[in-house]
């Protein structure tokens, strides 16, 4: 997530991994009232043939956009899924609007939802099926007792400034075209995590619309099951998400810092890990290992506190080649992280979870030798509040773990097939020395053993959850949760 600009700022230009967290949930306020449901079709009533995409068109307020016509336009952040071209764009603007989506593509065409655009494997573009365009439903509201409802198309970056007005923030990352809910599907690691938490541990509620074309609200009174999937199970399944409602705390004032190193990056990585394993939970840092003959690091990150602070913990690190160390506002330090503005940016990406510290750093800095400084692994710290949450509380299981690393190579579309497998080799070799493990968020198309990697003990559960809410498999792809 919400994933690219903090190496920009980092002097990484174009790759990131920054995302912020904040809140605790309270109880929630009664969500919009959504429309009467679309009345679903038998179950014994099969349909036939294409959706009549006229009629899918006269349902919408939005519009249905058709590859013939002019403006047509499906495409994600990353252009190297640009060939995942979908037969419709359904441009929504209400729940009303989803349901028609969901009655008229059901067991005829792939669905998917589209909010910022990020799938790392290009998902919310379903070959020949319906996107669902959710970026008309961006409305955000600060509602009494620091709780926030946002529609599910806002973008990171509105959703920030929004909170800002009113003094709040809520666990958005700093990529301000990353969309809320692929962010909060999925876990949503950032730069508070330590302090506050997931993005989806502030989850309150959420309304969706399921494949039987219900619209309800999921909540810990509500549909707990659905509830508990959403929190970590991964965009794309259970439902379509139109509504969300987190709670805030207070935004509070940063130190930023990133320190760079030259050379010496396996002692730096190793370091690092003892680090940040010990470190108080007002402190989220991150190494970016950049490939090359050598490969270089730096370390950022952000501290809730002072400057002065900060620097007698940073202190505890090798002393690097160079440092620099600011105070600022959160929105200030959003604004820093998520760096200059980017449309779009071409890439493959994979990730492992760090379970434990690894017993050789070299091994792994050992994977970029040699290599593009194009190439990144990004370990993002974890534990601190993250870890205070049972790993069965919500879908996401990587609670206990010390970091997530994401394995991002840029590269231009034409050469993807070959930056691909030099991404497996790496992913591999990391999961040699960390286990086969993942984070959703930056799902892989190849990874193999995915649903065990991503999902761990909880799978079962989320199986459970998929055969209730979708047993048909209406918005099941190539790595949704398996039924």
């Not at 979908?86 to 005829?108: F, G, L, N």
């Not at 918005?475 to 398996?482: L, T």
Request: glycine residues 12%.
């Amino acid at each position: 997530m919400e994933r690219r600009r903090f190496l920009k700022v980092a002097g990484l230009a174009g790759v990131g991994a920054a995302l912020a967290a904040c809140g605790s949930p309270t109880a929630p306020p009664s969500p919009s009232s959504p429309p009467s449901p679309v009345v679903p079709p038998s179950s014994s009533s099969v349909p036939s043939g294409p959706p009549d995409w006229v009629a899918l068109r006269s349902r919408l307020s939005g519009g249905l956009a058709l590859p013939s016509d002019d403006g047509f336009a499906y495409q994600g952040f990353n252009p190297v899924w640009d060939g995942r071209r979908p037969a419709a764009v359904a441009k929504v603007t209400s729940p009303a609007d989803v349901q028609a989506c969901v009655e008229a593509a059901r067991r005829r065409v792939p669905i998917a939802a589209r909010s910022g655009g990020h799938s790392y494997a290009g998902y919310s573009s379903p070959s020949g099926g319906l996107q669902v365009d959710v970026r008309g439903l961006a409305a955000v509201e600060v509602l009494p007792g620091n709780q926030v409802r946002i529609g599910a198309g806002a973008a990171l970056g509105d959703v920030s400034a929004t909170l800002a007005e009113s003094g709040l923030c809520l666990p958005t990352g700093t990529c301000p075209s990353v969309g809320v809910a692929g962010l909060t599907l999925g876990g949503g690691i950032g730069v508070l995590s330590r302090k506050y938490g997931l993005t989806c541990d502030h989850l309150v509620s959420a309304q969706a619309v399921t494949a039987d074309g219900r619209v309800v609200t999921a909540s810990a009174e509500q549909e707990p099951d659905l509830f508990w999937a959403l929190r970590g199970g991964g965009g794309g399944n259970f439902a379509i998400v139109t509504e969300f409602v987190f709670s805030t705390v207070p935004a509070p004032r940063v130190t930023v810092f990133s320190l760079s190193y030259s050379a010496g990056t396996a002692d730096v990585l190793g370091a690092w890990q003892t680090w940040i394993a010990q470190a108080p939970d007002e402190l989220w840092s991150n190494v970016v290992v950049r490939g090359g003959p050598q490969p270089t690091c730096k370390v950022g990150g952000c501290f809730v506190g002072s400057a002065g602070e900060l620097s007698a913990l940073l202190a505890r690190l090798p002393a690097p080649a160079d440092r620099f160390v600011q105070q600022k506002s959160y929105p200030e330090a959003t604004r820093y992280f998520a760096g200059g503005p980017v449309a779009r940016e071409s890439a493959v990406a994979s990730s492992r979870v760090v379970r434990e510290p690894i017993g050789d750093p070299a091994k792994a800095v050992g994977l970029l030798t040699g290599r593009s400084d194009e190439t990144y692994l990004i370990f993002d710290g974890l534990g601190g509040a993250v870890a205070a949450v049972a790993p069965d509380a919500t879908a996401f299981p990587h609670r206990k773990a010390l970091a997530n690393v994401q394995i991002y190579l840029k590269t231009p579309p034409e050469t993807a097939d070959a930056a691909r497998a030099e991404l497996a080799e790496i992913r591999d070799g990391l999961g040699a020395l960390v286990g086969d493990t993942g984070y959703v968020n930056y799902i892989d198309p190849q990874l193999p053993r995915w649903a065990e990697a991503y999902y761990g003990a909880n799978l079962p559960r989320l199986k459970d959850v998929a055969k209730r809410y979708d047993p048909d498999g209406v918005f099941a792809f190539a790595q949704s949760v398996p039924r």
